[in-house]
């Protein structure tokens, strides 16, 4: 059964939003595409494909393929799926109960590399500012020298990143 459709967004003009109430821990979508060794990844990367994740030391996954409908899935600070990889594949999931309606959202782990290129309009108040892997929240502040954040946002985020981060590699 499709948990999902594609619609509008808010966030990035489309996004993935549950057609049915979704419990935790649901896979949800396949993100599909081909498999690919990690030399083939650097050349397709260099072209600038945006749908390219990791899978695992060995191999990515380039979803750049129209069949991958979690490749409308969209970045969110406070997400409510994450990425779940087996040996073959990954697989987006729920990590909290999601109602009929919403937006499906995940984290895509950027690391901080040129991380203010990649704002973020995910809404979510916590929301960092960026496309950031949680755990390099933290750095912000020293990212940023000439636009350090109030120790109000500074304990949000410290108070963010001090929970504790899930297992998963990063999604790119
Ligand atoms: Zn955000």
Avoid at 23 to 32: C, D, M, S
Avoid at 115 to 138: M, S, V
């Amino acid at each position: 059964m499709t948990l999902v459709r594609v619609g509008t967004s808010p966030i990035d003009r489309q996004g993935l939003f549950a057609v049915t109430d979704i419990p935790p821990g649901t896979r949800v979508v396949e993100y599909r595409g081909e498999k690919i060794s990690k030399g083939e990844s650097a050349r397709r990367l260099a072209q600038y494909n945006a749908y390219i994740v990791y899978l695992n030391e060995q191999y990515d996954i380039d979803g750049e393929t129209l069949a991958n409908t979690a490749r409308y899935l969209n970045h969110s600070c406070d997400p409510n799926c994450t990425v779940e990889y087996t040996t073959e594949t990954i697989w987006i999931v729920a990590l909290k109960h999601i109602r009929a309606g919403a937006e499906l959202s995940c984290n895509y782990g950027f690391d901080a590399r040129e991380y203010d290129k990649f704002p973020c309009r995910c809404g979510a108040t916590i929301c960092c500012g960026y496309i950031l892997g949680r755990e390099y929240w933290g750095l912000l502040p020293a990212l940023s020298p000439e636009a350090p954040p109030s120790a109000e946002e500074a304990s949000t985020c410290l108070e963010a990143c001090s929970t504790s981060l899930p297992p998963y590699g990063a999604i790119y």
